[in-house]
C-alpha cells in the first residue's frame, strides 16, 4: 500500500485478465492485439507488484515462491506459509512447557 493503492489492491485481490465477450455470450480471454490501454496498465501494475514481492524476499522465501506468475499468488502462498511457520513454532515453544508437566506430573 505504501508504493500505490492499485499495486495492494493487485496483490489481494489478482491481477485483471483481460477478457473479450464473443457474440454468442461465452467469454475468452485477449491476446495481446486487442489489448485496451487499461489493460496494458494493469498488466504493467501486476508485473510492478511481483517485482517488488520478489526484491522484498529472502532467498527461501524468494525460492518457495519463484514459479508464481501473479502477485495473488505469491501473496496467497507466502501467508498460508507464514500461517504454517507460526503454528510450528507456537508448538515449537509448548514442547518444553508440556515436557515440565508431565515430569511434575510423573
Not at 496467497?76 to 508431565?102: F, G
Request: aromatic share 8%; hydrophobic share 35%; with cysteine.
Amino acid at each position: 500500500m505504501g508504493v500505490d493503492y492499485d499495486h495492494w489492491i493487485i496483490t489481494t485481490r489478482g491481477p485483471l485478465i483481460p477478457i473479450k465477450t464473443i457474440r454468442d455470450g461465452t467469454r475468452s480471454d485477449k491476446t495481446e492485439e486487442e489489448f485496451v490501454v487499461e489493460d496494458f496498465r494493469m498488466m504493467k501494475l501486476n508485473a510492478k507488484e511481483v517485482n517488488i514481492l520478489h526484491c522484498t524476499l529472502g532467498r527461501d522465501e524468494y525460492n518457495r515462491v519463484s514459479g508464481c506468475s501473479s502477485a495473488k499468488e505469491i501473496w496467497d502462498l507466502l501467508t498460508q506459509t507464514r500461517e504454517v511457520m507460526s503454528q510450528k513454532r507456537q508448538l515449537r515453544l509448548n514442547m518444553p512447557l508440556r515436557k515440565y508437566e508431565l515430569f511434575a506430573m510423573s
